[in-house]
């Protein structure tokens, strides 16, 4: 069953790839060196990405329910 | 969890060495042309910020002393800082500073100044370095541009680690000049990443 939160980056990611290292999952990549993108799929919401990433564009969001 | 160590885990060993090196004999400075191309060359070539990602010795410099070794406030690094406005200003800044002292070379060489047996800390601040030249075979102007691109190379350092100790162990990659280009040239050669309309957070 999938988490109730995943992250979300947002439109001022830098690329670095902070978020990319810490991902437990790997779920995270960086998009053609132009910003990171998270499997939505795959991300547990745990957090750690926002927590590492230094332009504090990583949010966590609630999941829809699923029906 | 324990991620697989490789071999480009431990270049942040390099920023020190390099400083060291400068210390002792400037002319190593030269090698921080490798720093100044390779990350340019790699996301022109569609490696994208491969360089930024893995290879970047100064990320994992500020990521070990900030993240591993504690030194970090680890506070969320100022909004303005990630803007566009900003990013693009210091770079602009940087250029400006780099073609200055491109131009003191140029006078150098062509015999219209002395060597500057000094460094520049943040443009501004002439630091003593005189003991890092020995007289060499090269011409002056090799040793001034190395006293220069030395200047650069530690004035950035320097800023990377006041910003990682006051916000996040990596608060400089939000505005590395190096970053903010080759982040630029991925853009020009592969656009914006396609919207995620399922993601309300996510970038738009």
């Known amino acids: 069953m999938a ?5 979300a980056v947002g439109a001022r990611c830098v690329a670095c790839g902070c978020c990319v290292k810490v991902c437990p999952l790997s779920a995270i ?17 745990c957090g750690k990405c926002q927590q590492e990433c230094p332009a504090g564009v990583i949010t966590l969001q609630e999941r829809e329910a699923q029906v | 969890m324990n991620r697989k160590k ?18 002792f004999n400037i002319l190593f400075a030269w090698l921080g042309m490798i720093f100044f191309c390779l990350p340019l060359l790699i996301s022109i070539f569609g490696g994208g910020k491969l360089y930024c990602n893995r290879y970047c010795d100064r990320g994992q410099f500020l990521s070990l002393l900030g993240g591993r070794l504690k030194l970090s406030r680890n506070r969320p690094t100022p ?3 990630g803007s566009p406005w ?5 770079l602009i800044f ?14 150098v060489g062509a015999g219209a100044r002395d060597l500057g047996q000094f460094v520049k800390l943040f443009w501004t601040f002439r630091l003593p370095w005189h003991w890092a030249y020995h007289g060499t075979l090269f011409a002056p102007w090799v040793a001034q541009f ?10 950035s350092t320097l800023i990377g680690l006041i910003v990682m100790v006051l916000f996040k162990p990596r608060s ?7 970053g903010t280009m080759t982040q630029a040239i991925c853009t020009l050669r592969a656009g914006k990443p396609p919207v995620d309309e399922g993601c309300p957070g996510c970038r738009r």
């Open chain 2, 94 to 107: 940087f250029f400006i500073m780099f073609f200055q002292m491109l131009f003191t070379t140029y006078l």
């Open chain 2, 86 to 90: 900003f990013r693009y200003g210091f």
């Open chain 2, 172 to 178: 400089w990659c939000v505005f590395c000049p190096m």
């Open chain 2, 146 to 155: 190395a006293f220069g691109f030395y200047s650069i190379m530690l004035t």
């Open chain 2, 79 to 81: 909004r303005w800082m």
């Open chain 1, 29 to 45: 990549q960086v998009w053609r060196g132009v910003a990171a993108q998270v499997d939505r799929d795959r991300c547990v919401g």
């Open chain 1, 3 to 7: 988490s109730k939160r995943y992250a």
């Open chain 2, 6 to 23: 490789h071999w480009y885990d431990y270049l942040w060993i390099v920023t020190p060495i390099y400083l060291g090196l400068g210390f």
